[in-house]
């Protein structure tokens, strides 16, 4: 059982570049959501989707764009890098919204945007 | 407002000592999930308890045991004996009952000696 899967693990960027972070998961849950991590900071919530069709702003969505075309794939895509960029990503996902139930992060990807 | 925080940023033990790590949550919510991460230096985020706010038992599982008290707004987390394997950063966080989303607080990095 794969759970979720993030893609890569590593990525190096020049400012100005654009990349996509892909996430999946393989438990057929309604909810997802990306989050970055910054020393001191915890995990701060940047975009999350309750179902296919459907996403929403977190915390700190600036610079990031999210689709849900899938009920398996939650793509994070940043289109102009910048160096404030730089972080730690974790997608996560849960069986619904309402569920008490744990989320499930993937492992994490480290970006660096130069 | 929702809020997690964790004022303990780092602590330092010799192993086999005993260590409490706070959690001091606020919300309005009367249906809520409190939880416990653990992040290795490996990086990945290992889901260690989950919590709702209708359940004030505390909760014992080998050398972890969790202490939730409502009155206080708190989610305590202590570790009996520690050892050098305990040596992660820690995160609390907090559910609310109708959203998926993850309130995080700051994380406390716990290093135990030899």
């Known amino acids: 059982n794969a759970g979720v899967t993030q893609t890569p693990k590593f990525q190096v960027l020049k400012t100005g570049q654009s990349m996509t972070l892909q996430c999946a998961q393989d438990?057929?849950?309604?909810?997802m959501s990306w989050y970055r991590q910054d020393p001191g900071m915890g995990l701060r919530l940047i975009h999350y989707s309750v179902g296919a069709g459907i996403t929403d702003q977190g915390e700190v969505p600036n610079g990031y764009n999210v689709s849900r075309s899938t009920t398996e794939d939650f793509p994070l895509r940043l289109l102009s890098a910048a160096p404030s960029q730089t972080s730690v990503y974790f997608c996560a996902s849960i069986e619904s919204s309402g569920a008490g139930g744990e989320l499930f992060f993937g492992e994490g990807s480290r970006l660096t945007v130069l | 407002a929702q809020k997690v925080t964790q004022a303990q940023t780092e602590i330092s033990v010799v192993e086999k000592e005993d260590v409490t790590l706070d959690c001091v949550y606020e919300t309005r919510d009367t249906t809520y999930y409190l939880f416990w991460y653990k992040q290795p230096p490996s990086g990945e985020l290992v889901f260690l308890i989950r919590?709702?706010?209708?359940?004030?038992q505390n909760e014992i599982s080998g050398r972890y045991s969790w202490n939730f008290q409502k009155s206080t707004s708190s989610f305590n987390f202590t570790i009996t004996a520690s050892q050098v394997v305990d040596s992660a950063v820690y995160f609390c966080a907090l559910k609310l009952g109708n959203t998926g989303k993850l309130i995080f607080g700051q994380g406390t990095t716990l290093q135990v000696k030899p």
């Open positions: 919590r709702n706010s209708f359940d004030e």
């Open positions: 438990m057929n849950h309604e909810y």
